[in-house]
């Protein structure tokens, strides 16, 4: 089987960021997306009835905000704010109110409406109890790449580092009311579909295409898209992308992201591109590095290598991101990437969350109206 990999700048940017939509006064998520989307779409010039940057997503209480390929994570993050802008004059008019995090701490998952799309009907329909408990929400991030023969290595390099990107991102300890114990309950609950959590690992292009030909072959998907793996190539896009992470509640932390993302893709494009490996991992030590950093997220001690040395994600990170300092000056996300360190300090959601919720007698209305206030003003520090 053939699956050309279009051709694309390496590491030009796209994002896509995940938004609930609640109720102001209740905080329970409200099925409300075609009521937002028509408003936000007349503000567009020939829009019909939807914005081109804002989209409808599985279930009515989303919407999802999608850059143009943007150059730098600086150019990404004002495609994202200018978005957010026009989704937030929607919902003032509509006396509703946005959030993000991986998961929506309280409101109960069956009760969430379907998107009236065929896609989404057949996918509810073929998982059953598990489709109707994605009431989650991610941040995606592309990154171009310049070569078909980089997308594997480039995907081998990137599954060492999902414990810490889920650790970063890390924000959905809650679920339907209780505290499920982990960081990320969203990145457990993700993988229960088919085809989705940590992707199949292949010394080549070929060896893609010849898994996809047998998932074809099977019907285990009809197409493509319907390969869900934490970290995917995108042959029609030209690019690789970055599933792995839980929604964050912020814009500086979506460019931090983001800016880790694209630094830690072009460091490995340099070493292909020198006539180098990028070192990969044995799948054991990557499944349990992802069930680490779900369960303890940034309190995580990390396996590094085929050689099992560990270490805590935390001083990993720290050294990670010194490495990437000069990658970062010539792609012009500096700022952007040391905010990452700025989430490491902070905390991540989940702490935020469940320190917000033990100040207020365990009320997790509480934690909604902060993740409100967050993605409405930012961190106030």
Sequence with gaps: MNIPFEDSPQSTLGVEWELAIVDRASGELVPRADDLLVIAGSEHAGASDEHPHIKRELLLNTIELVTDVCRSTAEATEHLSQSLATA??????????????????????????????????????????????????????HVGLDSVHKAMPVLDGLVNYVPHFQALSASSPYWNGEDTGYASQRALMFQQLPTAGLPFQFPDWAGYESCVADMLATGAVEQLNEIRWDIRPVANLGTIEMRVCDGLSTLEEVGAIAALTQCLVQSFSDELDAGRSVPT??????????????????????????????????????????????????????????????????????QRQREIAAAHDGDLGSVVQDLVGLLRHGYQD
């Design 281 to 350: 991992m044995p799948p054991w030590h990557v499944q349990e590095n992802k069930w680490r950093a779900a369960r303890f997220g940034l309190d995580t001690t990390v396996i590094l290598d085929a050689q099992s040395r560990e270490r805590p994600l935390t001083d990993d990170l720290y050294d990670l991101l010194n490495r990437l300092e000069p990658v970062a000056a010539k792609l012009g996300c500096s700022s952007e990437l040391s905010d990452v360190a700025r989430i490491i300090e902070r905390g991540a959601g989940y």
């Design 88 to 141: 937030r004059r929607a919902t003032d008019q509509l006396g509703l109110e946005l959030m993000c995090a991986g998961s929506h701490p309280f409101s109960h998952p069956q009760a969430q409406a379907v998107t009236d799309k065929e896609r989404y009907t057949e996918l509810i329909e073929r998982t059953q109890w598990w489709g109707a408990q994605m009431v989650i929400f991610g941040v995606h991030i």
